[in-house]
């Protein structure tokens, strides 16, 4: 199964460092892994799955599409640069 993730590639590269030529193959799994490992960890494992879940299925809404946009989106974005 593939893993979700909470950002694109263009998300990394219009809010960090990142220059947009650079190869996805390069950081993609950066932000796997600062997902995984550091979001998950604030999140829980529980709302983190829920999160999950919502994504692959119909999308996010309401208190869960406000927390991701605002607060989780911006936060990974720094983990996968980091």
Do not use: C, H
């Not at 932000?31 to 999140?43: A, T």
């Amino acid at each position: 199964m593939a893993t979700v993730l909470f950002i694109t590639r263009t998300d990394l590269v219009k809010n960090s460092i990142i220059d947009g030529n650079t190869d996805t193959d390069l950081f993609i799994q950066f932000i796997k892994v600062s997902q995984e490992i550091e979001i998950k960890n604030y999140l829980g494992s529980g709302l983190y799955d829920k999160i999950t879940s919502d994504i692959s299925g119909s999308g996010l809404a309401g208190d869960y599409l406000t927390l991701v946009n605002d607060y989780v989106q911006p936060m990974l974005i720094w983990y996968a640069q980091a």
